[in-house]
């Protein structure tokens, strides 16, 4: 897959998690447009290909904010990471508003978690500038009965929608959202079979650092999310987004990926 002018080989590579939000459900995450450039600089140097820049929590329950909001907490930290490192960003939205300011100020690729679905101009607003997107599987409500149909035809109609758009399939990965839309049986039957996913022609992308599918509080859940990046190795998965880039980094490499 290409992001910017980095094509990324088979193998695991880590995403990491630059947190512009004051609700984000795990409080040691949160940075403010003032330490961002020092987490961003943390991140790269333990490890982190891509930074995901985020500004709008979409913890279970969050409050949406506009994209003027998201804009307004992004675009600086945006800017001067740009500015100082040589490393794929991607900013996470699904208001095309957001992703066109995100793309003007050099952003690579738009993290959209309702997969091109809640905004009409999202994919000919990233086709426009050339980026890359994640496409992630969502609902409006809970899924029922057999996930699979549900989640790979989601995925397959915005795929669809990106390339028809004149988005390159090398620039598409998908990401099946654990923690979605999804029980917490439904979460761990997608991760445990993740690789079926792969089917669809894409790399895959996997987000489930320290989330409450694992039960106790967010500071409790590095250990199973490390686990969970061992698995992500084993099945193929490109991208792994997560919070703490040295010990998954540390993981990818005891895997041999």
């Known amino acids: 897959m290409i992001i910017g002018n980095k094509n990324f080989p088979c ?3 880590v ?3 630059i947190n512009l939000t004051p609700d984000s459900f795990f409080a040691g995450s949160r940075q403010t447009a003032d330490s961002a450039l020092f987490a961003a600089e943390r991140a790269i140097e333990e490890g982190a290909e891509v930074l995901d820049i985020g500004a709008q929590s979409t913890r279970p329950g969050y409050t949406e904010v506009s994209a003027e909001e998201e804009i307004s907490r992004f675009i600086g930290p945006l800017t001067q990471i ?3 490192f040589d ?3 991607s900013v996470d939205t699904y208001f095309s508003l957001s992703a066109r300011a995100a793309l003007d100020a050099g952003a690579d690729m738009i993290n959209d978690v309702w997969g091109l679905t809640h905004d009409d101009d999202m994919a000919s607003a990233i086709a426009s500038y050339g980026a890359s997107v994640c496409i992630m599987h969502n609902a409006r409500t809970p899924l ?3 996930i699979w149909p549900q989640i790979e035809g989601f995925l397959r109609r915005s795929a669809a929608l990106a390339e028809s758009a004149g988005i ?3 620039r598409i990965c998908l990401d099946g959202g654990i923690g979605f839309a999804k029980s917490r049986g439904q979460n761990f039957e997608l991760l445990n079979n993740y690789e079926r996913l792969a089917s669809l022609g894409y790399p895959l992308l996997l987000g489930v650092s320290r989330k409450s ?3 106790g509080l967010p500071e409790e859940r590095l250990a199973l999310t490390v686990e969970a990046t061992r698995l992500a190795c084993e099945k193929g998965v490109l991208f792994v987004r997560v919070h703490d880039v040295k010990e998954n980094v540390a993981a990818i490499r005891g895997a041999g990926k």
């Open 11 to 13: 193998g695991t590579h």
């Open 15 to 17: 995403m990491a998690i």
């Open 82 to 84: 740009k500015k100082r």
């Open 87 to 89: 490393i794929p960003v």
């Open 144 to 146: 029922s009965g057999d």
């Open 168 to 170: 390159g399939k090398d």
């Open 213 to 215: 599918m694992f039960g």
